[in-house]
């Protein structure tokens, strides 16, 4: 019984992080695409290494307050900010 609880509880968690970092990626790409359009600095080779690390310290205290996430989580999330800036920056110089 518990075995099954416990595994239970490892794909909620699994589920909760995939869903953040799907979030994550979506909202990091539009956010760049729409509103930093105009912004010269985030054409920058760092913009989403930047993205990244931000995002990965913010999450860091939250997902300590959370029971079914860790700090794996937050490393995910923030790698996929990260590639959400980027794929945003491929687009911007694509035309789209």
């Known amino acids: 019984m518990f075995h099954f609880l416990r595994s239970l509880?490892?794909?909620?968690g699994f589920v909760v992080t995939v869903g953040g970092a799907l979030f994550a990626f979506?909202?990091?790409r539009e956010y760049?695409?729409?509103r930093l359009r105009y912004v010269d600095?985030?054409?920058h080779p760092l913009a989403p290494w930047i993205?990244?690390?931000v995002?990965?310290?913010i999450l860091i205290p939250v997902v300590?307050?959370?029971?079914l996430v860790g700090v794996g989580t937050a490393l995910i999330?923030?790698?996929?900010?990260?590639?959400?800036?980027?794929?945003?920056?491929?687009?911007?110089?694509r035309g789209e």
């Open 41 to 43: 600095a985030v054409r």
């Open 51 to 53: 993205a990244f690390f």
């Open 26 to 28: 979506g909202m990091a």
């Open 64 to 67: 300590a307050i959370l029971p």
């Open 77 to 93: 999330v923030g790698g996929a900010t990260g590639v959400g800036t980027a794929s945003g920056i491929k687009a911007l110089k």
């Open 9 to 12: 509880f490892s794909l909620v």
């Open 55 to 57: 995002a990965t310290v």
């Open 32 to 34: 760049v695409r729409n």
